[in-house]
């Protein structure tokens, strides 16, 4: 087969990887240079632990056996499996935690509750006083910035990978083919658009009605950090952001503990992960209601209230997200020969190997 990939952020990437390990022919088609929206501008987690059950852990999951796998053959990826620790200050937080070790999939997401002393063995950068963390195993990380990149070297040396940047494409010329503003037309035997946040122009008018929605985010990175942070690590306000920490301990945390107002207004958890390069990673915000604003501002990153190395990047980013909570992405056939896959919203790292086997399955690659 000849498959047309529109799209190299990491859901379309992963798609030409599928395709190519297949044996297939693919051209992919990046409206600029290189990719630049929301899968080079994230903290490159592959985050089990706060998957929904069901279909969604089990994506999750599947994606991180295959960024495992093709972390091996591909170093340049960057992949390591550090897990995560979420730190819990009070009896409330703690609540949640032991919660989610009592789920039925505690045991695949690789959950357990650690006292403070164990946290700080686990991961020796840690400090101040905490009550415990949860522990999830099964978490792991890529190096966002470089990971497509990567990717594409790899596919390249496959002899069967075309690259084409710095074209958009505009319509579809008949069943597998489109044409770009080039006016150059690229014909397969299926075209499968992975345009990410892009939801005007040609994806607007395949899907007029599509069920996904656009978020912003925000954060930095900073300079090395002069010690090795061992796992990626969460706050407790990141419960109330992963469908996995639900039930009566999460609704008793909302009523007994508000976000701080800082937090509450930018809709803040803190996520941590060091890079390979020594710096950290530091988020992240959620702004829905859009026109979204385009000030990248300080004042959460004040809120973190401790001395950090030097910030060295500071950056907002856009990503789509389904408005089903329950679906995992939005897979569509647009029209003859051509298939739209979108909205994984803040699951991209974490889900997008696995939603390209599974797409690659459904269309008989």
């Not at 379309?12 to 501008?41: C, D, F, L, N």
């Not at 994606?63 to 009070?90: H, I």
């Not at 900073?222 to 996995?244: H, I, K, N, Q």
Request: proline letters at 5%; hydrophobic letters at 40%.
């Amino acid at each position: 087969m000849r498959v047309i990939v529109v799209g190299a952020g990491v859901v379309g990437t992963m798609h030409a990887w599928q395709a190519v390990e297949r044996g297939h022919e693919v051209v992919h088609i990046e409206r600029e240079a290189e990719a630049r929206g929301a899968s080079v501008r994230n903290f490159g987690l592959v985050w089990v632990g706060g998957r929904a059950g069901g279909a969604e852990l089990e994506t999750a999951l599947r994606a991180r056996e295959l960024w495992e796998g093709s972390g091996a053959r591909v170093p340049g990826l960057g992949f390591r499996p550090n897990g995560s620790l979420t730190l819990v200050t009070n009896e409330a937080e703690l609540a949640v935690a032991r919660a989610a070790t009592e789920l039925p999939d505690a045991a695949e997401r690789g959950y357990k509750l650690l006292d403070a002393a164990e946290a700080r063995a686990l991961n020796p950068a840690l400090r101040g006083e905490f009550a415990g963390a949860l522990w999830c195993e099964r978490d792991g990380a890529v190096e966002p910035r470089v990971a497509q990149r990567a990717l594409k070297d790899a596919l390249l040396a496959s002899g069967r990978y075309t690259f084409v940047g710095g074209r958009e494409v505009r319509e579809v010329t008949g069943p597998g083919a489109v044409r770009d503003d080039h006016g150059a037309t690229h014909t397969g035997d299926a075209v499968v658009l992975c345009t990410g946040a892009w939801l005007g122009g040609l994806v607007r008018e395949l899907a007029p009605k599509l069920p996904v929605r656009r978020v912003r985010l925000q954060m930095m990175q900073t300079a090395p950090l002069g010690e090795a942070l061992t796992t990626s690590v969460a706050d407790a306000d990141s419960f109330r952001y992963y469908p996995a920490y639900r039930g009566e301990a999460l609704t008793a945390l909302a009523a007994a503990q508000q976000q701080t107002p800082v937090a509450a207004e930018h809709k803040m958890q803190l996520l941590m992960v060091q890079r390979a390069d020594g710096g950290l990673t530091i988020g992240d915000t959620h702004e829905y209601a859009e026109p979204f604003n385009f000030d990248v501002v300080e004042d959460p990153y004040e809120h973190l209230g401790r001395p950090l190395p030097p910030i060295r990047h500071l950056w907002a980013g856009v990503y789509a997200q389904c408005v089903d909570p329950g679906r995992v992405v939005h897979r569509e056939r647009a029209t003859d020969g051509v298939w739209l896959v979108t909205g994984p919203g803040g699951r991209g790292i974490t889900c997008s190997p696995a939603i390209a086997e599974t797409t690659a399955n459904e269309l008989g690659w």
